[in-house]
Nanobody
Framework: QVQLVESGGGLVQPGGSLRLSCAAS????????MAWFRQAPGKEREFVAA????????GYPDSVKGRFTISRDNAKNTVYLQMNSLKPEDTAVYYC?????????????????????WGQGTQVTVSS
């Protein structure tokens, strides 16, 4: 059985920072790409970031590039998302995800279809 549990969300003022964590249990995902997605009310789920076992970053969309950083600790089966310079439009439920395949190209891992395991989500609200 596999579970992914996000934490670290909350309310923050514009310009502030948060760090999200996602801990995997039930098995190790140390060899697998992992990712963050987000979904705002009334909008489609959006890719945020992903990395491989080495920490190599698959990519960031322009909406978060330069502000968000994904990292991972394979020994802890945990992936992180550092979010700086937060904007109101970053408000969303943030989900972590783990892939079960390793050897595909970067373009594959920016898509939801790459990920078989998903967390329950954590709410991030950016507001004064």
């Amino acid at each position: 059985q596999v579970q992914l549990v996000e934490s670290g969300g909350g309310l923050v003022q514009p310009g502030g920072s948060l760090r999200l964590s996602c801990a995997a249990s039930g098995r190790t995902f140390s060899s697998n790409p992992m990712a963050w997605f987000r979904q705002a009310p009334g909008k489609e789920r959006e890719f945020v970031a992903a990395n491989r076992r080495s920490g190599y970053v698959v990519g960031y969309p322009d909406s978060v590039k330069g502000r968000f950083t994904i990292s991972r600790d394979n020994a802890k089966n945990t992936v992180y998302l550092q979010m700086n310079s937060l904007k109101p439009e970053d408000t969303a439920v943030y989900y972590c995800a783990a892939a079960t395949s390793v050897s595909y190209s970067d373009s594959y891992y920016v898509k939801e279809r790459a990920y078989d395991y998903w967390g329950q989500g954590t709410q991030v609200t950016v507001s004064s």
